[in-house]
């Protein structure tokens, strides 16, 4: 089946667990097989639990056809999706699956550096694989047997290893103090890392970060009530200052694919046809929320009377 959401498709179909082994310490990784999409570094997908969709990024091979693989973290403090993973999801289970959507895509550079904090590091495994001779993978945890896929990365020179408990936390003034023309960074793990590595990549050329972020980041600021025009549906709705806009459209009756509701997931972006964006997401870079041509309806809003949106 496809779904689709403004301007966007995936499929969701249903994929049987195949091997499943500990990583790491509260880390299982799971092989995912089924009529499966292909994929790109950076993809993630949705996982359709019976806590609603949880999202996880692909850390397999792009090669494998009809494979997906997923390492996922038990969160005892979560919303239960990695519980159902690690306690309900053994060899030969089926789950609904969704995706692959992919707004952390491995752009060409001369160079990269990768940098990793705890189940961060899911994502940049086949970008590394697709980077190149150059690259630095720098990766951080709580301590080594909290550190999924060491045994794979160790042997490699490019790769620094930097438990806390043994090094303490990560030296990013010596990794990001020199901006670099001719390096990406790409960047995957907790908020307070994510939100070190961009400030100290503040003063690097543009579009140098690339972050993938698992929480919404922090955003500041009054909502304020607005229209939402829906070109095609053909209806204008009001939406209140304490509600989002997915809220009003879904309750209007209009079908939009979403998954997270918190701007992580990117399952919901809507092209926008006319009218200023607040945007709220922790998915687009500056540089694509200053296009103004989509937006994730899920949180962000608008800085203007109405918003013309191609639903």
């Not at 609603?52 to 996922?72: F, K």
């Not at 005892?76 to 990695?82: E, M, Q, V």
């Not at 698992?214 to 025009?229: I, L, R, Y």
Request: glycine share 10%; net charge negative.
């Amino acid at each position: 089946m496809t779904l689709t959401a403004g301007a966007l498709a995936e499929v969701e179909t249903t994929a049987v667990v195949g091997d499943r082994h500990e990583a790491a310490d509260g880390v299982v990784v799971l092989t995912l097989r089924g009529d499966l999409p292909p994929w790109e570094p950076g993809a993630h997908v949705d996982l359709v639990t019976p806590e609603g969709p949880r999202q996880y990024s692909l850390c397999g091979d792009p090669a494998d056809e009809g494979v997906w693989r997923i390492g996922v973290l038990r969160e005892p403090d979560g919303r239960g999706g990695s519980a159902f993973v690690h306690d309900e999801l053994l060899p030969g289970a089926t789950v609904r699956v969704r995706g692959p959507r992919n707004h952390f895509p491995l752009l060409p550079s001369p160079s990269y550096l990768f940098i990793a904090g705890g189940i961060g590091i899911t994502p940049l495994l086949p970008m590394i694989d697709a980077a190149g001779a150059d690259w630095r993978l720098v990766y951080g945890g709580r301590t080594r047997t909290s550190m999924a896929f060491l045994d794979a990365l160790q042997p490699d020179p490019r790769v620094t290893v930097a438990p806390q408990d043994e090094t303490g936390l990560l030296d990013l003034d010596a990794l990001l103090g020199e901006p670099r023309a001719d390096t990406l960074v790409y960047c995957c793990g907790p908020e307070p890392l994510l939100a070190a590595v961009e400030e100290r990549c503040a003063s690097w050329p543009a579009g140098s970060l690339r972050v993938e972020r698992f929480a919404p980041k922090p955003v500041a600021g009054a909502s304020t009530s607005f229209e939402v025009e829906l070109t095609q549906s053909g209806v204008t709705l009001t939406v209140p200052a304490d509600r989002s806009i997915l809220d009003v459209v879904e309750e209007a009756g209009v079908t939009v694919l979403s998954s997270c509701s918190e701007g992580t997931c990117g399952t919901c972006e809507t092209a926008v046809l006319d009218g200023e964006i607040d945007h709220r997401d922790s998915v687009l870079t500056t540089d694509e929320q200053s296009e103004g041509d989509c937006m994730m309806i899920c949180v962000s809003r608008a800085s203007c009377a109405r918003l013309v949106l191609d639903l």
